[in-house]
């Protein structure tokens, strides 16, 4: 199958700074890719998906001002939880599609104390 | 999406084949039933997918009632590392693909 990476795979930060998450396709390119969230012991909630060249599509209740998407390659998906806080500790999943699947990548887990 | 209902866990002897149902009575025409799998803290793994007719490769087996109300997903040889959270979803392809988690079904091999 398809292969995505996320970087960083933790990372922990103070209230109040910003965080950025890379999504990229290794071996393929995606015009669309999603974010993904998965709080302790939860299933995957989707939060928005990604089109490359466009502006992000967020699920409702998504803060789209908090949570930046940039889909500038067909590579690469970013997403920058601004001004994070702790309740936005999570585990940040990307998922890119290939014709009818996603593939997602391994995860970010992010700890804001 | 239509829904989805999974039983919240099962058992399987290693080496056995485990069986996993899924109903999806209001599943549409045109939406395809996905399988996916979560082990603990990684992100999810792709298994297979099918839309009426009963697909295999080389992780498992789907196979999908004739009126498509129900699937059941074989691992036909179950090992230790195939313990995960299996997650049955139905979406529509293309750029409507979006993918709704349930909670999924929790399989346990044991030795």
């Known amino acids: 199958g398809a292969v995505v990476s996320q970087h960083p795979s933790r990372v922990i930060c103070k209230s109040g700074t910003s965080v950025k998450i890379e999504c990229r396709s290794l071996?393929?390119?995606?015009?669309?890719m999603f974010w993904y969230r998965q709080f302790p012991k939860q299933s995957l909630m989707l939060m928005a998906t990604?089109?490359?060249?466009?502006?992000?599509?967020?699920e409702q209740g998504v803060e789209k001002d908090k949570f930046l998407i940039n889909h500038a390659s067909l590579t690469l998906s970013t997403l920058t939880v601004t001004s994070a806080h702790p309740e936005d500790s999570s585990f940040y999943i990307c998922s890119a599609l290939v014709q009818e699947t996603q593939y997602f990548g391994p995860g970010t887990r992010l700890l804001v104390l | 999406d239509a829904k989805t209902t999974q039983p919240t866990s099962m058992d399987c002897a290693e080496g056995r084949a485990a069986n996993l149902p899924c109903n999806h009575s209001t599943i549409s025409g045109n939406e395809y039933v996905y399988w996916y799998r979560q082990i603990h803290s990684q992100g999810p793994q792709y298994i297979i997918h099918?839309?009426?007719n009963n697909e295999t490769n080389e992780m498992a087996s789907l196979i999908i009632t004739e009126d498509r109300k129900s699937s059941t997903l074989i691992l036909p040889h179950a090992t230790l590392r195939d313990t995960a959270v299996y997650y049955c979803?139905?979406?529509?392809?293309?750029?409507?693909?979006?993918?709704?988690f349930g909670t999924g079904t929790r399989l346990q091999v044991t030795l």
């Open positions: 979803i139905v979406s529509s392809t293309g750029t409507a693909s979006k993918l709704t």
């Open positions: 071996d393929f390119q995606a015009t669309t």
């Open positions: 990604s089109n490359e060249g466009s502006k992000a599509t967020y």
């Open positions: 099918g839309l009426k």
